[in-house]
C-alpha cells in the first residue's frame, strides 16, 4: 500500500529521519496560514501516488507571495500527468508546502527487498534529484548497493560501505549513519516493500535531510499497522480496481481492447502472451481465483464490460476447483443482468465441462465456442481487429 510523501515524512520524524518543515493543504487558505508560519521562500509539492511530479509541473519553489499564489491555485486541482500515472494523470488534492532549504548535496538513498539475494538491499547514488533508473543505465557505476541478511540486521561495515561509496565528507557520516540504521528500522518494523529519497540532501549548515519520501507497505501486512491502515487514500486507487478488489477479484487494467477472464495468475498471464501473438491488445489482466464461485464470475464478467476499451472478450478457464457450469453460470447471470454488446469467445477444458457447455449452449446467448487457446486467441484477434 502506497501512501503520501507528507504521510510517510511523519513516519520519518517518528524515526528521528530529519526532514523540512511544513504543512499539509487541501485549499489555498491553508496554504496561506502555512506560509505564515514558515515563511518565503517554500516549496508547493503535489501529493499524488506517482513520481516525476516536478518534471509534471507538479513541484514548483515560490519566492515570493505572487509565485506562492501561482504555485498553489495551479497546482490543486490539477490533473498531474507523469511517467508513473500514464496518460490518464491524476487529480492532486492536496499539497504539502515545505520551508525551503539551501542545497549543497543531493543523493538517492532507497531500501528494498532483493528477492535473487534472499535479503535487504540498500541502494544509494551521488546523482540525487535524477531518475535512478537512468543513472543505472548510463553511469552503472555511480550506483551502490549494499546487502543486508535480514536474519543478522543492518551492521556498522554496511554504514560504511554506504557512506564510503557515496565519498560523504568526515563530519557528515554520524549523522548519516544514524539516519541510515533509523530509516533501516522503519523499513523492517513496517514491513515495507520500498522506502526512497531522492533527493537525500546535505544543507548549506552541513545537516542532513530527507527532502522527498516514499513508502510502500506489503499490503499482506498493512493489517498489523493500523496507523498506515488509516492513511490509505482512497482517491489515489482505480476505482475498478478497488470495487474488483471487494469481491476479491484479482484485476488490473491495461490499454488494449481483448477483456480477459481467467483463473489462476500463470493462465492470465500466458492468455495475454498468445492475445499479444495472435496480434491483439489485452485490456485487462482478471483471475477469478480457483474457488469462485458463480456471483464472483458474475462480477469480473461485469467489471470487464465497464471498460468501454473493451471490444471481446476471451474466457479461458481449466476447470478445476473452479468448475466449468459454476463458471458457465456465471457468464449466463452477467450477461442476462448487463447488456452484452461485444462478442464473447469461450475456450473452457476440465472439470464438468459438458454441463458448462450446456448450460452456454442453452443460455440463447451469442457465444463464441473455441477448441483450444490459440484457435480462441485468433478468433477473438479477428473480432477486435
Known sequence: MKIHEYQAKELFRKYKVPTPQGGVAEEVAQVEKIVSELGLPVAVKAQIHAGGRGKGGGVRLARTQDELTAAAGDIL??????????????????L????????????????IPDRETASIAIVASQDGGM???????????????????????????????VMFGLELEKELMKPFGQILKN????????????????????????????????MDIDSNAVYRHPDVKEMHDPFEDDPTEA???????????????????????????????IIKQAGANPANFLDV?????????????????????VKGILINIFGGIL???????????????????????????????????????????NLIN????????????GIVA
Open 323 to 365: 468448475r466449468c457450469d459454476v463458471l458457465a453460470q456465471g457468464v449466463v447471470q452477467a450477461a442476462q443482468k448487463v447488456e452484452l454488446n461485444v462478442p464473447v469467445v469461450v475456450r473452457m477444458e476440465g472439470t464438468n465441462v459438458e454441463e458448462g457447455r450446456r448450460i452456454l449452449a442453452e443460455s440463447g446467448l
Open 370 to 381: 473455441a477448441t483450444n487457446l490459440a484457435d480462441a486467441a485468433g478468433k477473438v484477434a
Open 131 to 161: 531518475d535512478i533508473e537512468e543513472v543505472a543505465e548510463s553511469t552503472p557505476d555511480r550506483i551502490i548497493k549494499v546487502f543486508i541478511n535480514p536474519l543478522i540486521g543492518i551492521q556498522g561495515y554496511h554504514l560504511r560501505e
Open 96 to 111: 504539502l508546502i515545505e520551508k525551503g532549504v539551501s542545497i549543497k548535496k543531493e543523493m538517492y538513498l532507497s531500501i
Open 183 to 214: 530509516l533501516y528500522s522503519l523499513f523492517v518494523d513496517y514491513d515495507c516493500s520500498m522506502v526512497e529519497i531522492n533527493p537525500l540532501i546535505v544543507t548549506e549548515d552541513n545537516e542532513v535531510i530527507a527532502l522527498d519520501a516514499k
Open 289 to 309: 481465483g480457483g474457488g469462485a464461485s458463480a456471483e464472483m464470475v458474475e462480477n469480473g464478467f461485469r467489471i470487464i464490460l465497464s471498460d468501454k476499451n
Open 243 to 273: 470495487e474488483a478488489a471487494q469481491y476479491n477479484l484479482n484485476y488490473i487494467k491495461l490499454d488494449g481492447n481483448v477483456g480477459n477472464m481467467v483463473n489462476g495468475a500463470g493462465l492470465a498471464m500466458a492468455t495475454m502472451d
Open 77 to 94: 486541482g490539477m490533473t498531474l500527468v507523469t511517467k508513473q500515472t500514464g496518460p490518464s494523470g491524476q487529480l492532486v488534492r492536496k
